[in-house]
């Protein structure tokens, strides 16, 4: 792998371990709603795609399909005020993170983050957890007018850094990070941690797979 010019990295399922929190904002809202709650290890499978459409599937109960739209428009504000409230009260850096960004930092890698969360959850989420200032550029789910997996925010970061997209890398966990690197020109480098709806990540054929952020320093010159 060259060096890279630009290092944009994921928050949910790559950063941080986003689910508990998620996972007790769904179980609240459920209970609001009348309807029994359903855990942490079955909303794990749910995550990864934004919180519109994590509410979709509690739902309905499943990854795929649609809920009837008024109990949606009813239920996202709700939710929306919980995980307002319960953003990053349980939710961590997953184990190497610090020591990953401290060595890309080091090593002098310019840092951007892009997530399909929203600005509203996504800042005050990367400050608690003592990561904002690591990140010259924090591309939300709402910052553009397309999140991942479409190319835009990896394009408008490239652009921000002056930067060829084929001389970017992109940190991800999912099909989404890959889809949106690939359609981009970016190398994309993805975590066996993550959030991929309890799928293998290798099968999406990133261009590597790591275990911790800080086994990067293996791939990079």
């Known amino acids: ?13 790559t ?10 904002c769904v179980d609240a809202m459920m209970e609001r709603l009348g309807r029994p ?9 749910w995550v990864g795609n934004g919180v519109e459409r994590l509410v979709r599937r509690a739902l309905i109960g499943q990854l795929d399909g649609e809920p009837d739209e008024a109990d949606y428009e009813h239920a996202l504000p709700i939710f929306t005020e919980l995980y307002r409230e319960n953003t990053s009260k349980r939710s961590r850096l997953y184990p190497g993170i610090r020591e990953g960004l401290d060595y890309l930092q080091d090593a002098g890698y310019p840092l951007g983050c ?15 957890l003592g990561v904002r200032d690591d990140f010259d550029i924090v591309i939300s789910g709402d910052t553009l007018p397309r999140k991942k997996p479409d190319p835009l925010p990896l394009l408008h970061a490239a652009e921000h850094f002056r930067v060829r997209p084929d001389t970017a890398l992109m940190v991800g966990d999912s099909v989404s990070d890959v889809k949106a690197a690939r359609a981009a020109g970016f190398t994309i480098v993805c975590m ?8 293998d990540i290798r099968t999406a054929n990133p261009d590597a797979v790591l275990d ?5 320093k293996d791939l990079l010159p």
């Open 1 to 13: 792998m060259n060096r890279p010019q630009m290092i944009l990295i994921d928050v949910d399922g």
């Open 15 to 24: 950063l941080v371990d986003s689910v508990p929190d998620l996972a007790f």
């Open 212 to 216: 911790s952020l800080i086994e990067i």
């Open 192 to 199: 066996t941690y993550g959030y991929n709806h309890g799928n």
């Open 114 to 128: 892009v997530t399909n969360k929203a600005a509203q959850f996504t800042e005050p989420l990367l400050r608690d």
């Open 37 to 45: 709650p359903y855990g942490e290890t079955l909303v794990r499978n």
